[in-house]
């Protein structure tokens, strides 16, 4: 009698231990997100390609347009992102990425640019960057909604890709008002457009 009933204890265990894993969704495996198609780091990675090739674009837009410093930042700030960054990485990141912006936009309103062809060929390849930037944003946005963080979400990838969650909608309007006054800037300035850029205003 004592064998039977150590051996419904047992199987007592085993099931109550599978219904838990099943109820935390492997939280183990993603080192923080409650749902295990999305790992942060997923997330983390995904976001980061977006921001270098925004802040690759910054560079090469502010510098063609004269503010040489602030474009020399952006494409430094470009360069030194990694995949696994970090949450403050993340957050200096799009504190450059804003301010470029916004000088971008102020010098784009100036009447008094002037651009040769090589800093025209320069803005044009920002542009692109810029749409390509926009577009990887864009495509994110479903892993994004199915990160669910979970009770182990402490941990660094976990925290920076709470930080995603937060950031990307914000993001995308910033950018998106961005990229609409730059494709502005380029037909009045005889800079020809890429396809990418009405790809990425389409999915704003």
């Known amino acids: 009698m004592n064998k039977h009933i ?3 204890a047992g199987i007592v265990a085993l099931a109550v231990s599978g219904l838990a894993s099943a109820q935390f969704g492997g939280l183990g ?5 409650g749902d295990s198609s999305v790992a942060p780091e997923k997330i983390v990675a995904e976001y980061v390609a977006g921001d270098r090739s925004v802040l690759s674009a910054q560079g090469n837009m502010l510098t063609a347009v004269g503010l040489k410093d602030e474009g020399a930042k952006a494409a430094l700030e470009a360069k030194n992102l990694t995949d696994g960054a970090t949450k403050d990485n993340l957050e200096e990141a799009g504190k450059i990425q804003t301010d470029s912006s916004k000088a971008l936009q102020d010098k784009m309103n100036d009447k008094k640019v002037v651009m040769d062809a090589n800093a025209k060929q ?3 390849q920002g542009l692109l960057d810029l749409s390509k ?4 944003y864009a495509a994110m946005k479903k892993d994004v909604s199915g990160f669910k963080p979970g009770i182990s979400s402490l941990g660094g990838s976990a925290l920076a890709a709470g930080y995603v969650v937060k950031s990307l909608p914000g993001s995308m309007v910033n950018l998106g008002t961005t ?3 730059a494709i502005t800037f380029a037909q009045n ?5 890429p396809k990418e850029a009405s790809d ?3 999915l704003l």
Not at 29 to 33: E, R
Not at 189 to 193: F, L
């Open 6 to 8: 150590k051996l419904a």
């Open 133 to 136: 930037g926009v577009i990887l």
């Open 29 to 33: 495996k993603l080192g923080g997100g």
């Open 179 to 181: 990229l609409k006054a």
């Open 122 to 124: 320069q803005f044009g």
């Open 200 to 202: 990425a205003t389409a």
């Open 189 to 193: 300035n005889n800079i020809p457009v």
